[in-house]
């Protein structure tokens, strides 16, 4: 196993995520399988894995459960817990001690060895920063000056923006933080800027979604073979891996496994380091190019549309969302992002007047595309 240094202790250079634990007949909403999750942290252990991560709101609260029972039986000095304020959800906004004592009795431990502001975005930023109200943040830097959080950190699905608005704030308290990393998302989600800018605050990044849902995982017969050639040995789901081996900034990864033998091949990807040399990565870039053109609106961002929108639309910044819901076969970033905009400014405010299309270089039916959005959300 790959290790990294992070302040005085080593980090496995890989974690074990608890969001997609196998479960009993295989259904998202099944009980998990806790013997299936036993033997997974069991394997974890032996082979080196030293970082785990849940959340509150993983498999209905199964996640905590399940994997603290599964660490029970290891010295607790041995690994690493991570968990996370469910931000995600702004009903939880003002309950932060009593959902971080639940936390706490449902792993089963005194401490968290890392916590996190869970999903910083659009839809949140603003209760997450309202101390006056929600003292989010100064109760979790009570409990980490109690001993009760070692380390305290942020995931993030948002954008740069909102990224930097959170760190201006609290980035001389924050010591990680985790994003949405991988060669898809390296240009299509700005993930090469978040890293920048993270390096400027020099937070180490934490990565999650390397395989991007399980997309990342198996690719077209043509893409395959292209990699095959330069790697005859190197699995496609290692190659995402190899991808996130290439970046300094990165220090631990997040195999986010539903299986025994997806988790034994994405630990065999870490038993050594093989980062890719730049005609490696630059073929990375051009299948992701290839795989966001099948779904992607050729938007260039130069405003001409929104220049001429009566609505006021930020027509692409919704392109963008709009690329990113269809490319992930309606995922959860787009419909938090639209949320958070005001009624008038959101898909549904387009009045296909036209007005955007006609001075549009790429020629893209925007009104189309934003009345495809709004059924799509």
């Known amino acids: ?3 990294k240094d992070f302040k005085d202790i080593k980090l496995s250079a890989l974690g074990l995520g608890a969001m997609r634990l196998p479960t009993v007949g295989g259904t998202w909403n099944a009980p998990v399988d806790e013997a299936a999750v036993v033997q997974m942290v069991d ?5 080196g894995v030293n970082y785990f ?13 399940v994997l603290g029972q599964a660490l029970a039986k290891y010295p607790r000095n041995t690994w690493y817990l991570a968990d996370k304020f469910p931000g995600y959800d702004l009903a939880n906004f003002g309950k932060a001690e009593p959902i971080f004592e639940e936390q706490l009795k449902r792993c089963g431990v005194d401490y968290f060895d890392f916590y996190l502001f869970h999903n910083v975005c659009e839809l949140n930023v603003e209760l997450y920063m309202d101390e006056e109200k929600y003292h989010t943040y100064e109760y979790l830097v009570r409990q980490k000056e109690a001993g009760r959080i070692k380390h305290l950190g942020f995931s993030a699905h948002g954008s740069y923006d909102v990224m930097k608005r959170f760190l201006d704030a609290y980035g001389d ?12 998302d390296w240009e299509f989600q700005n993930a090469k800027a978040k ?11 934490w990565v999650m979604e390397p395989m991007r849902g399980g997309q990342l995982a198996a690719l077209p017969e043509e893409d395959t073979v292209m990699l095959k050639a330069l790697r005859p040995d190197e699995t496609v789901p290692a ?3 190899r991808f996130l081996q290439s970046l300094p900034s990165v220090t631990l990864s997040l195999s986010g496994a539903s299986s025994y033998e997806q988790l034994r091949e994405n630990i065999a990807a870490y038993q050594s380091e093989n980062p890719l040399n730049k005609t490696e990565m630059d073929t990375l870039q ?11 609106l050729p938007c260039t961002a130069c405003r001409y549309c929104a220049d001429h929108c009566p609505q006021g639309l930020d027509i692409p910044m919704l392109i963008g969302l709009y690329n990113e819901h269809c490319s992930t076969a309606n995922g959860f970033i787009a419909p938090m992002a639209i949320s958070a905009l005001p009624e008038g400014k959101q898909p549904g405010a387009c009045a296909a ?16 595309a934003m009345a495809d959005f709004v059924t799509k959300l």
């Open 195 to 205: 890293v920048e800018l993270l390096d400027e605050y020099q937070l180490p990044v």
């Open 43 to 47: 394997y974890a252990i032996e082979q």
């Open 286 to 296: 051009d299948i992701a190019a290839r795989i966001i053109k099948k779904t992607a």
């Open 173 to 184: 308290a924050l010591e990680f933080c985790q994003i949405q990393l991988n060669y898809l």
């Open 353 to 368: 007047c036209k007005s955007c299309e006609a001075v549009c270089p790429q020629q893209i039916k925007i009104s189309d």
């Open 239 to 241: 190659w995402a891996l």
């Open 53 to 65: 991560d849940t959340a509150w709101g993983y498999h209905g609260g199964q996640s905590e459960l």
């Open 1 to 3: 196993m790959i290790y």
